[in-house]
């Protein structure tokens, strides 16, 4: 059974950082080779991509959504991605999700290329 477990959420002023973090575990789940994602959302709305690193480390980000605050970076000696946010507005008031993908999946932005899903942290910005 894999799991995923976010963490780091909380409440935050415009303009402040944080870092979220997201652990996999789980007998059979080879955290390197998978690609790992990140989503956000807000009530009454669709999930947003966020961004995902690949199992090659490289990194593919939602450009609207980022606009270059955000970086996504993973250890996988601990089994964890981050999801560090800077410059952080109330636009960016959502739960975040972090999932897995089998690497050989191609495209990253979809929720159905995504086998596995954390439960999500709450991320709430204040004016």
């Known amino acids: 059974q894999v799991q995923l477990v976010e963490s780091g959420g909380g409440l935050v002023q415009a303009g402040g950082s944080l870092r979220l973090s997201c652990t996999a575990s789980?007998?059979?789940?080879?955290?390197?080779?998978?690609?790992m994602g990140w989503f956000r959302q807000t009530p009454g709305k669709e999930r947003e991509w966020v961004g995902t690193i690949r199992a090659d480390s490289g990194t593919i980000y939602n450009k609207d959504v980022v606009k270059g605050r955000f970086t996504i970076s993973r250890d996988n000696a601990a089994n964890t991605v981050y999801l560090q946010m800077n410059s952080l507005n109330p636009e960016d008031t959502a739960v975040y999700y972090c999932?897995?993908?089998?690497?050989?999946?191609?495209?990253?932005?979809?929720?159905?290329?995504?086998?596995?899903w954390g439960r999500g942290t709450q991320v709430t910005v204040s004016s």
């Open positions: 789980g007998r059979t789940f080879s955290f390197s080779r998978y690609d």
């Open positions: 999932a897995s993908k089998v690497k050989t999946v191609s495209g990253h932005n979809f929720r159905s290329f995504y086998n596995y």
